[in-house]
């Protein structure tokens, strides 16, 4: 109870609250705006916050995470392309739902999915904080290792049809963590006797490259488009009646959100899967599923709006992320030395506690911008794509020179960045890349501390928790294998599709 | 298109694009060259664990790096060729012009100061881009604008002030290396 209290008490300025605000309502435009992302948007504003006070730059960043989503999903129901990549499965049935005239609703229905998802998700985490409390403690040096190790299999496992070139990607990420002096016996790893490689590759500036400058680029050399999109006439309160008639399905789904939000490298995608999966199976009409049905939309959108706060779990408790939005935040995390972790829950309970508050408040804040403003936003999905591009281009600029005021940087930047727009183009993931630098970094660190204590190979895994994970690993890559070998059985078809789409990011 | 998903192999599926043959060779390419250099860039510490070896974890990444983009070669090589592949790297090669903006507006920032390169350049990428209306260009302008009082004046991120600014008034000139 002193830790809520506390936790209200740093929270209750007028600059942490203004960062909620402007990261809330700018996440909710950034997430509406076709080709912009929350990931474009974190890379860039990542550097200045780390002039701010860590509170102040997380809740900013968080706000931003919060909120794409709901923003995300006013041109998926109104103009058929989806805000940000994981509100590609709102289209499903918030598109027909459009053209058969019921727009208003479908964006209602969204809106209150998405408000309710993300408060289950938070209130979930709070709910958990006390068994994160006592369990994050008992993570020594080799189980963060394996949960990192855990993380990297899931990712690259989590990308099918691609595994090859999702191992070759986390791989390339974990030896650009590599490059440059290392910090225990002092040798230069890979810097070709060059002075600007010697201090390393930078998070920041790879991040930058990937999402936001490759971005900028593949806006700018493709042809100029301007979405339009019909306003919305009428009242948006009725989607929160409505949802309470499917209660079943948004809890279910936020259920799924939560879940798969937990587990590192599978995220948004999965949980809305599943959830969609199963409204479809329990639902009275599941032959209107893709046809403009109201509790497909709730599934969609309850599923991935829960997903944020569930991960931040990993990275608060064992400062492990993910996914790629709350590995940028680890960054954060590290350069006001605070160092999320068990020691976070034991030391700074008040501080956790905070970030969690914080979230249900965004979520406050962005319903009522929405009920009010969906008009404004479908105005601003209108901006033509290259001029676009322009804008995210001079953004990134501070970005990147920020940093340490250095060209070096922003030409490796820009190299990143034409790596982006490959992947991109090629529909090739992102994320392993930077969730190989950040979770490679922390294997050796921890491998290197857990090995000082090991004996014998068989050591490593003679805790309840390091042996746990390593069977999990074991568990995840057989079930792997006998999926695909069943698959490759029954000739499945392959379907190509875009809910993936990597450009979306 | 999107197709409607019905089984956990098609959610995660992602098929091949053009350009992806190509994309998956220079990549092995690389892979087998920084494994060829791992003996003369990194160093074998006699005497340390070898968890503690600092060639442990490049060795390792470029191992899976080699493994990993072998296969995925192999895979793209053996699979039906797309049409497209020359368009999609030309498409590629184009990115190259706009790095070149980026540069020579990272290297005119510190020069001509950031609100005023800031501002031509915004302008000129507009003009390049095919918007030509009085209207988008002064957009362009205005959006160069609020970027650089939003983030050197209020957040006051490090950007250098410009050297042109050493050649304006002293109160003008205080004031401009600090806020714009």
Redesign the interface.
């Known amino acids: 109870m002193e830790d809520l209290v506390s936790a209200f008490g740093l929270l209750a300025r007028w600059d942490v609250l203004l960062a909620l605000m402007i990261g809330s309502i700018g996440g909710v435009i950034i997430g509406a705006i076709p080709g912009v992302g929350a990931a474009v948007a974190i890379a860039i504003l990542l550097p200045a916050t780390f002039s701010l006070d860590p509170l102040v730059g997380l809740t900013m960043l968080l706000g931003i995470y919060g909120s794409s989503m709901y923003g995300g999903s006013i041109p998926a129901i109104l103009i058929n392309t989806p805000g940000t990549a994981v509100n590609a499965l709102t289209t499903y049935d918030g598109y027909p739902m459009t053209q058969r005239g019921d727009s208003r609703r479908a964006v209602s229905l969204a809106y209150s999915a998405s408000f309710f998802g993300g408060v289950v998700g938070i209130l979930c985490l709070i709910l958990l904080s006390p068994a994160l409390a006592w369990i994050a403690p008992h993570f020594g040096s080799r189980e963060i290792f394996l949960a990192a190790l855990l993380g990297i299999v899931l990712v690259v496992l989590a990308h099918r049809g691609q595994i090859f070139a999702a191992g070759m990607l986390a791989s390339f990420g974990i030896f650009l963590g590599t490059i440059g002096l290392e910090p225990i016996q002092y040798t230069q790893r890979f810097t070709f006797g060059q002075t600007w490689l010697s201090s390393g590759v930078d998070l920041i500036v790879v991040v930058l490259g990937l999402f936001a400058l490759s971005q900028a680029f593949l806006l700018l050399v493709e042809k100029d488009s301007s979405p339009q999109a019909q306003p919305l006439t009428g009242s948006l309160f009725s989607g929160l009646k409505e949802l309470f008639q499917h209660k079943r399905v948004a809890s279910a789904a936020s259920g799924f959100g939560v879940v798969m939000g937990m587990i590192p490298g599978v995220g948004e995608f999965t949980a809305q899967f599943m959830s969609y999966t199963y409204a479809q199976k329990t639902s009275d009409k599941p032959e209107l599923f893709g046809k403009g049905s109201p509790e497909g939309l709730i599934a969609s959108e309850a599923a991935n709006n829960a997903v944020p706060a569930a991960a931040m779990i990993p990275l608060l408790a064992l400062g492990v992320p993910g996914e790629a939005l709350t590995a940028m935040m680890l960054s954060v995390f590290y350069v006001h030395n605070v160092i999320p972790g068990p020691q976070l829950f034991q030391n700074q309970m008040d501080f956790v506690l905070a970030l969690y508050v914080a979230m249900l408040v965004l979520n406050v804040m962005v319903l009522i911008f929405l009920l009010f403003s969906t008009n404004l936003l479908t105005k601003i999905i209108q901006i033509p794509t290259r001029f676009l591009g322009i804008v995210i281009l001079t953004l990134s600029f501070v970005g990147v020179y920020s940093l340490r005021n250095s060209a070096t940087d922003c030409a490796i930047a820009a190299g990143f960045g034409v790596l982006g727009l490959i992947l991109k183009r090629l529909n090739l993931p992102v994320v392993p890349i930077v969730l190989g630098m950040v979770l490679g970094g922390i294997m050796e660190t921890k491998l290197r501390s857990a090995m000082a204590r090991v004996k014998e190979p068989l050591d490593f895994i003679d805790r309840p928790i390091a042996a746990f994970l390593f069977i999990t690993i074991l568990i995840v890559i057989a079930l792997h294998i006998r999926t695909m070998i069943n698959e490759h059985k029954k000739r499945m078809p392959d379907e190509d599709h875009e809910l993936h789409d990597t450009q979306l990011r | 298109?999107?197709?409607?998903?019905k089984?956990?192999?098609?959610?995660?599926?992602?098929?091949?694009?053009p350009?992806?043959l190509f994309?998956?060779g220079v990549?092995l390419a690389l892979?087998l060259f920084?494994l060829v250099?791992i003996p003369h860039?990194?160093?074998w510490?006699s005497g340390?664990?070898w968890?503690?070896q600092?060639?442990?974890?490049?060795a390792?990444?470029?191992v899976?790096?080699t493994?990993?983009?072998s296969?995925?070669w192999t895979?793209a090589f053996v699979s039906p060729k797309i049409a497209g592949r020359w368009k999609?790297i030309s498409?590629?090669l184009?990115?190259?012009e706009?790095?070149a903006?980026?540069?020579v507006?990272?290297?005119l920032?510190?020069k001509a100061g950031y609100l005023p390169t800031?501002i031509v350049?915004?302008v000129l990428?507009?003009m390049r881009?095919?918007?030509r209306t009085k209207k988008?260009l002064v957009?362009?302008a205005l959006?160069?604008v609020v970027?650089v009082v939003v983030?050197k004046a209020f957040?006051?991120?490090?950007?250098?002030g410009g050297q042109v600014y050493e050649y304006l008034p002293d109160a003008l000139r205080s004031f401009m290396l600090t806020y714009l």
């Open positions: 298109m999107i197709v409607k998903i089984t956990l192999k098609q959610l995660f599926q992602r098929n091949r694009r350009g992806n994309f998956a990549f892979a920084l250099q860039q990194t160093v510490k340390a664990k968890s503690a600092p060639a442990l974890w490049p390792i990444s470029i899976g790096m493994l990993f983009a296969l995925n895979s999609e498409f590629w184009l990115s190259l706009y790095v903006w980026f540069m507006y990272v290297a920032v510190p800031t350049f915004a990428l507009a881009t095919g918007y988008m957009c362009a959006t160069a970027v983030f957040l006051q991120v490090k950007v250098p």
